[in-house]
């Protein structure tokens, strides 16, 4: 039983730790998912989400909200499904690796500073910053 | 009573916990099935609220065949944020009714549980403890568990994510009163699964947690 259960674990992360390795790409997005992202001040500047250009072409306005506290997909879950039931959102978004929210506000509909702050502590955590337009 | 000092004092201890985010987000709800070493327990809950769930919870007592029936509600104490990381102090409690089952003939009567968990993690970490207080009707009963894991590799969100975990589980009352369990956690988007084992006693582990 406990090789069996041994080499179940083996076999699990050699195969699926395989299968997430990623080229390396000279920005450094999709190297190493790991821990030591945007610390010390440092910003990575998110990769857009096919969803997010997508709707961004449909005439919708982009949203990056910096979120503290998101570290596995019941984060993200909790942020993608709190906002994607709000009608003025055209597109929502995680980003594990850059921890920030991606949103589209869908065009001729507004969501202010305050609403999006109350809706990041109604999933369960806490929002660091949020950038609009151009400057997202 | 020394019992439940004992039970007490575990309660008290403060520190971390086997299951996964026992609060949702707001309107959320989560399907949380496990059976360890002692117990195979289902637990339903609702957040309506982000600081609170409360559930309907089944677990049957194995070795004694004894089924708890009722309610949980459970409370983030407190949240800590940061960039990388989260720490997280939960305190529950359920209330219902115990039976005897099978060959057991004890009559259904009153019984609760109360706890405490916490857990710290990063997308890399994890330290967690829980501690348990119950009585199913065969008198009061504690457990403590603490768990650490560590991911291989670490994914996005969407991924498959895994974790390696060993957890060191103490019930005073129990012939083997302290177990090491390994196990693994396999994770995407809204399902949880975790594959274990107990050699101590022989038994597998089993859970998951499906929020939706």
């Known amino acids: 039983m406990i090789r069996i259960f041994l080499t179940v674990c083996a076999l699990a992360v050699a195969g699926f730790g395989a299968a ?22 440092e910003t990575l500047q998110p990769t857009l989400h096919e969803d997010i250009t997508t709707a961004l072409a449909e005439g919708g306005s982009l949203v990056v909200a910096e979120v503290n506290g998101m570290v596995c997909d019941f984060c993200a879950t909790a942020m993608t499904r709190t906002f994607g039931r709000r009608d003025e959102i055209g597109a929502v978004h995680v980003d594990l690796d850059t921890k920030t929210l991606q949103l589209v506000i869908r065009e001729g509909l507004s969501m202010d500073d305050a609403t999006i702050t109350d809706l990041v502590t109604r999933s369960g955590y806490q929002l660091a ?5 151009t400057g997202a | 009573m020394r019992t439940f000092a004992l039970a007490a004092s575990c309660a008290l201890l403060g520190a971390a916990a086997a299951d996964a985010r026992p609060v949702s987000y707001e309107g959320g709800w989560t399907v949380i099935g496990e059976s360890d070493r002692e117990s195979t327990s289902l637990l339903t809950h609702h957040t309506p609220h982000h600081e609170w769930s409360v559930g309907l919870k089944a677990e049957w007592m194995r070795d004694s065949d004894i089924v708890f029936t009722g309610v949980q509600a459970t409370h983030l104490v407190k949240r800590w944020f940061a960039p990388d990381s989260q720490a997280n102090l939960y305190a529950f409690a359920g209330a219902g009714i115990a039976e005897g089952i099978n060959a057991n003939p004890m009559d259904a009567e009153a019984a609760g549980l109360v706890g405490v968990m916490a857990d710290w993690e990063t997308r890399r970490w994890f330290v967690s403890y ?83």
């Open chain 1, 129 to 133: 910053s949020i950038r609009r337009g």
């Open chain 1, 20 to 41: 997430h390795a990623q080229p390396a790409n000279p920005d450094g997005h999709g190297e190493d998912h790991g821990d030591n992202h945007a610390h010390g001040g």
């Open chain 2, 130 to 212: 829980e501690a348990r207080v119950s009585d199913f009707g065969s008198g009061v009963d504690a457990m403590q568990a603490a768990r650490v894991g560590v991911a291989p590799y670490v994914g996005d969100f969407g991924d498959l994510h895994t974790w390696l975990m060993l957890e060191i589980d103490q019930r005073p009352e129990r012939d083997e009163p302290v177990t090491v369990t390994p196990l693994i956690r396999f994770f995407k988007g809204s399902f949880l699964l975790e594959l274990g084992y107990t050699p101590a006693v022989n038994e597998p582990y089993a859970s998951f947690t499906y929020r939706f």
